[in-house]
């Protein structure tokens, strides 16, 4: 357990519907990511916070996608009107930035997502 | 593009041999490199990282080596046992950005 924590771990949902998805960090960790991730391929980078501040978003995030980190804490990432490309793996992970260093990040078990 | 790549999908070794799994990456303005273990059902779980100021780092049984003349990075793992069958990824910091961009992917698969 890395302590990052995400829920639910497995979403079901119909096409057309919006869901959510929660993270909750390491509680001193500064900087809080999203990456999605398709059977057989390496996590895909979505977006990232540095404390409530939302600093970058891939060109992979549609306007459908939105994700929040309203306190600096906990995050939540939105789907509106899913489709069925949108089934994925979604990872949260989350590092601490201090002195302008690169930090590992350390993941959640993810939000397994199947849109039917 | 982006691309940081694997050259074997797949490594069968035998319980106790050593493991080597490779990556390339392309860009050479990357400047840190993680290798994560990936189980089934789980995230990626962090094994060893390296900056590009080293060409060689020393965990419990893992070793990276970088290359940055060819930009090449290689995982070896001494003594490989059944739990260390996952899914391997190598990871690089993207033109020094603060995300890390990840390769496909290799299956270490242990067999006793």
């Known amino acids: 357990d890395t302590g990052v924590s995400q829920d639910p771990r497995h979403k079901i949902t119909k096409r057309g519907q919006n869901v959510t998805f929660r993270c909750d960090p390491i509680?001193?960790?500064?900087?809080l990511y999203w990456y999605r991730q398709t059977l057989g391929q390496g996590p895909e980078f979505l977006t990232y916070?540095?404390?409530?501040?939302?600093?970058?978003k891939s060109r992979l995030l549609s306007d459908r996608f939105s994700a929040e980190r309203p306190k600096g804490s906990f995050s939540t990432l939105e789907i509106q009107r899913t489709e069925q490309g949108d089934s994925a793996m979604y990872l949260c992970?989350?590092?601490?930035?201090?002195?302008?260093?690169?930090?590992?990040?350390?993941f959640g078990s993810g939000t397994q997502l199947s849109v039917l | 593009g982006e691309s940081v790549g694997l050259h074997l999908p797949t490594l069968s070794v035998q319980e106790g041999d050593n493991s080597i799994i490779n990556c390339a990456y392309s860009?050479?303005?990357?400047?840190?490199f993680i290798w994560y273990k990936q189980e089934s059902g789980k995230g990626p779980q962090f094994i060893i990282d390296?900056?590009?100021?080293?060409d060689k780092r020393q965990g419990q049984r893992v070793t990276v080596l970088l290359n940055k003349t060819v930009k090449h990075l290689s995982l070896q793992i001494a003594a490989t046992q059944p739990g260390d069958s996952a899914v391997y990824f190598c990871?690089?910091?993207?033109?020094?950005?603060?995300?890390?961009?990840f390769g496909t992917g290799t299956r270490l698969q242990v067999f006793p």
């Open positions: 992970a989350s590092s601490f930035l201090g002195g302008g260093t690169n930090e590992k990040l350390f």
């Open positions: 509680s001193e960790h500064n900087r």
């Open positions: 916070f540095q404390n409530e501040a939302q600093l970058e």
């Open positions: 860009n050479s303005a990357s400047d840190y």
């Open positions: 390296i900056r590009s100021n080293m």
């Open positions: 990871a690089e910091n993207w033109e020094n950005t603060d995300k890390l961009i």
